[in-house]
């Protein structure tokens, strides 16, 4: 099962060691093996958690509301470093601290003179195991930060909390004091998890972008389809109103006057204004064909004029020619 940790521990009769110049305090207790209220560690859980405390940032009290929120800048105070597991003891590492800190020289201070008043919080996932009456840490999967906190010891030692602790703890502190309430599981909403752990956000939303891509997909063609169906509507509405022929049911095209690719290009016209233009100026081609056709002579079979058998006899030259020209 995994769970949501905060933990406790203060550095209690350890010996601390101070390097001002340098801002770091050596020897800091960060972890322990067993805690007073039934959790237990195992020591193989802390050696492969070593990696996941070294280089953890260290912040100034618990972060406002749940214990993944975001921190604010100003509660930096530094980071962990050098972390080392000791056998039978826990993990222990040095504190680098900001020496221009704010609370730098209370920090100091407290190391010097009272250690077990530098006190740790942590804020871990872990994977636990019910063992009877014991539940046994197996693995810390992920060190979300690490607080310094006041008054550590009268936590009694090691100080764990679940998630159902913090919320139950979080309600009966606002009760007391007035402070928005721990949030539980049922309070968390998308914007939180989207600044807090944005990684889940991707793996629900990564099933369902292939999707949305083939429905956009399927959307555009739609899209198309019904331009192409508005143009060729408005192709037809145009071609009766300028008295041109149609294409047959059957998709053939007059080739004399309306080809193919004559409504090609009033499919793939710009707009109505193109289309227009362009059938005007078919109907003024095919009008000056019509007015030159007309206007040509017009021959006739010659036999029957000779010998008169639709036409009157032609005397002289002049009516030969009146008759070729069909007059």
């Known amino acids: 099962m995994s769970e949501l940790l905060q933990e406790y521990v203060d550095s209690g009769s350890q010996r601390l060691r101070v390097d001002r110049d340098a801002g770091v ?101 872990a994977r636990t195991k019910q063992n009877g009456n014991e539940t046994v840490v197996e693995a810390i999967t992920k060190v979300q930060s690490i607080d310094l906190v006041a008054d550590p010891a009268t936590t009694t030692g090691l100080y764990e909390q679940t998630a159902n602790d913090l919320a139950a703890a979080g309600s009966a502190a606002a009760s007391a004091t007035g402070e928005p309430p721990v949030a539980t599981v049922e309070a968390i909403t998308l914007e939180s998890l ?64 309306v080809s193919e690719r004559f409504v090609s290009s009033l499919m793939h016209a710009a707009d109505e204004g193109e289309i227009r233009a362009l059938l005007e100026e078919r109907v003024a081609l095919l009008r000056d064909a019509t007015r030159r056709e007309s206007g040509r002579p017009k021959s006739k079979d010659q036999v029957a004029v000779a010998d008169g058998r639709s036409v009157p006899p032609v005397r002289n030259s002049v009516e030969f020619a009146a008759a070729v020209r069909g007059r």
């Open 194 to 257: 989207r600044r807090q752990r944005p990684e889940l956000i991707c793996e629900i939303e990564r099933p369902l972008e292939a999707e949305v891509t083939q429905l956009r997909c399927q959307l555009n063609d739609l899209a198309a389809k019904e331009a192409t169906y508005r143009r060729r509507d408005l192709v037809h509405q145009l071609l009766e109103e300028y008295h041109l022929p149609l294409p047959t049911p059957t998709g053939n095209f007059d080739s004399a006057v």
């Open 25 to 125: 305090i050596r020897g800091v207790k960060l972890l322990g093996l067993a805690s007073r209220n039934g959790r237990r560690y195992r020591e193989n859980a802390l050696v492969e958690a070593v990696a996941l405390y070294e280089g953890a940032k260290v912040n100034i009290n618990h972060p406002k509301g749940h214990p993944l929120a975001p921190r604010d800048y100003q509660d930096r105070l530094g980071m962990v470093r050098g972390v080392q597991f000791r056998p039978g003891e826990g993990l222990f590492g040095d504190l680098h601290f900001n020496p221009r800190h704010a609370l730098s020289e209370q920090l100091v201070w407290d190391a010097e003179h009272a250690p077990q008043n530098v006190g740790m919080s942590h804020n871990v996932l």
